[in-house]
């Protein structure tokens, strides 16, 4: 959750618009390769849940490439729209 529990108590507005935030609270929580990661956004677009698991994806680079098919084993980014309207924007695209 953006904001971690700090946000359940109260907003932390704008945090969600920051892909930074996404991967620090990644690094904070100190998840490594080979860890499940559920990154989850109403509509696939929230900046700093694809920070998340782009920060994920990077971890499970090894020589700097990562094999698509190890990683949908563990890395798993849920959204409630569909892809066509997703792929109009760059930062969903990725």
Sequence with gaps: ???ADRALISSLEGFEDLPLVGRLQFA?????RGDV???VTEGGE???VIG???AALEGEKVNGVYDPAETRKRLFFVYNNPDD???PFTRSRR
């Design 1 to 3: 959750m953006t904001g």
């Design 52 to 54: 998340t698991i782009l």
């Design 46 to 48: 929230t900046s700093s």
């Design 85 to 87: 309207r997703l792929l």
């Design 28 to 32: 904070d929580r100190g998840i490594r």
């Design 37 to 39: 990661v559920v990154c």
